[in-house]
Nanobody
Framework: QVQLVESGGGLVQAGGSLRLSCAASGRTFSSYAVGWFRQAPGKEREFLGA????????YYTNSVKGRFTVSRDKAKNTVALQMNALKPEDTAVYYCAAGEYIPTMSKAEGYKYWGQGTQVTVSS
């Protein structure tokens, strides 16, 4: 069993940056893939990026590649999402998720554990 908690969300102006963190308890990330997703009201859940914990290999959707970066901190057992050059259309609730041996890292249905989400609002 894994419990995930996101933090770092808030209000930021367009062009600014935020760094989100996903902390795990119960079990470590050692054998997991950890992904970041977001969902705006009335919209489908959208994959952003993911990382394989042991190998550090990352994967991103094209819409955020170059602006968003996923990284891991093994000492703190956390995964971060660094977001730069933020746009108003980035406004959403952001979630981290984890699972073992996920066949397709961009598919939400492959992740077993989810955090409660953190709100990110980007002003025009």
């Amino acid at each position: 069993q894994v419990q995930l908690v996101e933090s770092g969300g808030g209000l930021v102006q367009a062009g600014g940056s935020l760094r989100l963190s996903c902390a795990a308890s119960g079990r470590t990330f050692s054998s997991y893939a950890v992904g970041w997703f977001r969902q705006a009201p009335g919209k489908e859940r959208e994959f952003l990026g993911a990382i394989n914990w042991s190998g550090g290999i990352t994967y991103y959707t094209n819409s955020v590649k170059g602006r968003f970066t996923v990284s891991r901190d093994k000492a703190k057992n956390t995964v971060a999402l660094q977001m730069n050059a933020l746009k108003p259309e980035d406004t959403a609730v952001y979630y981290c998720a984890a699972g073992e041996y996920i066949p397709t890292m961009s598919k939400a249905e492959g992740y077993k554990y989810w955090g409660q989400g953190t709100q990110v609002t980007v002003s025009s």
